[in-house]
């Protein structure tokens, strides 16, 4: 072969490959880091374009019929009470290959797990009063409770055909997955989003919390606010999306009952402080509940008058960490001691 002839082969060479390679699938492979749970077996040829995992969250499980979604605490109200369950948290968003649609792929994803021992707790394709989903998805937008990190945008199960909604909660043993499969309309480069199938599968997998805050003890306490004009309490628990000051909370409490007592002159603002989950407007009041509910126990069971003690708000206002990261949560999630 010539010279001459030799680079023309090269050259054509080089452009057929660059050719394939331009129509090969833009995300064709894992999100960086996901990995499939060993619990749920992946659709075939499908890929992870979201993935988190919480070593300790809340869920509340669909077991009924979709009424509506609440504006006000961006919650889901169904027929029946969901099943509210704490533990380890693995969250993941597959994207189905070529013309799967939505009821294809969570019929497989239903079909394996009762396959496997799961029961179906509810299944929206067997619920003859499963009807329109308006709002269902909105959760998913960023900074609600069911978005999490993934390489596509919020909008493709937020902005997702809500006609297409498939839902499912199955159990077994101490494992529950819930799904939520969708179609997404068109193939979208704005939205980095193929046409096609999107199915959203969360395992909880129930367990205790582990209890690692340290009690601030009322010296400490008197410390703190001496130097830095405050102090943050993460002792005080709640429940999630609930203002009811939790027993094991005593101990925090206790120190904070015994500081007031050996300062009998202070006055302070109790401040609930909340993470990003869920709108600023429920954050807010939320975050009040709590503060007047800690005020409330201190006065009740702890003998401090009620006039020293103020309770205040300031849902996500007042961040002592990033958002976007469990540990960064926890620390946001806290009660506050400002002086009045």
Known sequence: MSMKLFRQWGASLCLGFLATVSVLP???QDLAGAKDHPAVKRFGGSTIVG??????????????TFKEFDLQTYKRRYVQPPLALEGKLTRLWYEAPGATRSLELFRNYANDLTASG?????????????GSYTNFLANFSSGQRDFIKNNRSEYVMYGADASTVRTGTFQKGNTTVRLISIDWPKEDATYKSRQGAYIAVDILETKAMEQNMVVVSASDISKSITANGKVAIYGILFDTGKADVKPESKPSLEQIAAFLKAEPTVKLHVVGHTDSVGSFDSNLALS?????????????????????????GVASLAPVASNNSDEGKAKNRRVELVPQ
Request: net charge neutral; hydrophobic share 45%.
């Open 26 to 28: 833009t995300f064709a």
């Open 51 to 64: 993935y988190e995992v919480r070593n300790f969250d809340a869920v509340e499980f669909q077991t009924s």
């Open 288 to 312: 009040k509940r709590r503060a007047d509910a800690v005020a409330a126990v201190l006065a009740k069971d702890y003998g401090i008058a009620a006039n020293r003690l103020v309770g205040n």
């Open 118 to 130: 799961f029961t179906a707790l509810y299944d929206s394709t067997r619920d003859s009063a499963a």
